[in-house]
């Protein structure tokens, strides 16, 4: 059995990318999260790369609602929150109705990463 298959929770791990992180760290100085993320892990590899506070609106493993939506529309509203970033497997699907909810509420960024970068909606990619 893959290692990635162990457990159906937890996703395999991202990695850091520093350029990308470093290009969101710069444009959202002030904000309370660098970015929303699918899930925890997601969250922590952003949050130990930059030192800032990532939103993991799935919870530890994507599939559990920890913040409700309304509550991100008002974040997104007051930009507190102006980023979503996706890192997913190329061997595994496991895109959560929160990381599909959020993608339709943005636009994708174009970024050579392993990472997806999306725009919510009122604002601009980073450059």
């Known amino acids: 059995m893959p290692r990635a298959y162990i ?13 990308l992180f470093k290009l969101l760290n710069d444009n959202t100085q002030g904000d309370p999260f660098i970015a929303a993320t699918e899930n925890s892990f997601d969250g922590a590899v952003i949050q130990l ?18 913040v409700n939506k309304a509550k991100v529309e008002e974040l997104i509203k ?3 929150v102006r980023y979503f970033l996706d890192w997913q497997s190329s061997d595994i699907d ?5 990381t599909k909810w ?8 174009n ?7 999306y725009a919510f909606e ?6």
């Open 122 to 127: 009122g604002t601009k990619c980073p450059k």
């Open 111 to 117: 970024v050579k990463s392993d990472w997806s970068l």
């Open 49 to 66: 790369s930059t030192g800032r506070a990532a939103l993991a609106l799935g919870g530890f493993d994507g599939h559990n609602e920890i």
């Open 78 to 80: 007051q930009n507190k």
């Open 102 to 109: 959020a993608i339709e509420r943005s636009h994708k960024c």
């Open 7 to 19: 457990f159906y929770q937890i996703p395999p791990l991202p990695t850091a990318d520093a350029e």
């Open 94 to 98: 496991v895109t959560s109705d929160i």
